[in-house]
């Protein structure tokens, strides 16, 4: 089993300055089959990238990914209101999929 | 594209619980059909997956003996079945119904949640 570790737990930044969170894998991992989520209070998890970097469906592109083997990091270029919330990486593809245990982006 | 799960449940240590997720707006079998579940405060546990066309299962190890995975392709949902519940699976449970699968024309992304079911156990 593939075991995500999120760095750092919380990160606390202002509107319009730059987020970097970080997921390191226990073991190499084709980068194809890594992903991150973004969830708000209350609502299900929202698919923001597959892939390490592609973007998903109506993602804005001021979120970027990047990484291989067992680095990987999600980019907030310039964070906007909507962007506070709680994100997960997520290996996928053979069984288990895995989450990380998630960085939450608070407001300074 | 729509999942509906069922609504909340509170259940006594020991017992079973029963979720269901009704889908719509795509075809049934097509896409796998994933349970993740979150604790209070807590993270994205991943707990296992069905194949809604030939039934196939995979679930998380730590889960294996305790949760059964079914679908009823004739009504488009899925169901998930946990026994021998303890306070540690109280919980929001989620269906979604996700695939990520790349071909030589590109990637299939396929990513709908249901809105989760929250699962209290408590004597």
């Known amino acids: 089993e593939i075991v995500l570790t999120q760095s750092p737990g919380t990160l606390s930044l202002s509107p319009g300055e730059r987020a970097t969170l970080s997921c390191r894998a226990s073991?190499?991992?084709?980068?194809?089959?890594l992903g991150w989520y973004k969830q708000k209070p209350g609502q299900p998890p929202r698919l923001l990238l597959y892939a390490a970097s592609s973007r998903a469906t109506d993602i804005p592109d001021r979120i970027s990914g990047s990484g291989s083997g067992t680095d990987f990091t999600l980019t907030i270029s310039r964070l906007e209101p909507e962007d506070f919330a709680v994100y997960y990486c997520q290996h996928y593809g053979d069984s288990p999929w895995t989450f990380g245990q998630g960085t939450k982006v608070e407001i300074k | 594209v729509q999942l509906v799960q069922s609504g909340a449940e509170v259940k006594k240590p020991g017992a079973s619980v029963k979720v269901s997720c009704k889908a719509s707006g795509y075809t049934f079998t097509a896409y796998y059909i994933h349970w993740v579940r979150q604790a209070p405060g807590q993270g994205l546990e991943w707990m296992g997956r069905?194949?809604?066309?030939?039934?196939?299962?995979d679930s998380a190890q730590n889960l294996q003996g305790r949760v059964i995975l079914t679908t009823d392709t004739s009504a488009n949902t899925a169901y998930m079945q946990l026994n021998s519940l303890t306070s540690d699976d109280t919980a929001v449970y989620y269906c979604?119904?996700?695939?990520?699968?790349?071909?030589?024309?590109?990637?299939?992304?396929?990513?709908?949640w249901g809105q989760g079911t929250q699962v209290t156990v408590s004597s």
């Open positions: 979604a119904s996700l695939t990520r699968s790349l071909y030589i024309s590109g990637w299939d992304i396929w990513d709908h």
């Open positions: 069905i194949n809604p066309d030939s039934g196939d299962i």
């Open positions: 073991q190499s991992i084709d980068r194809s089959y």
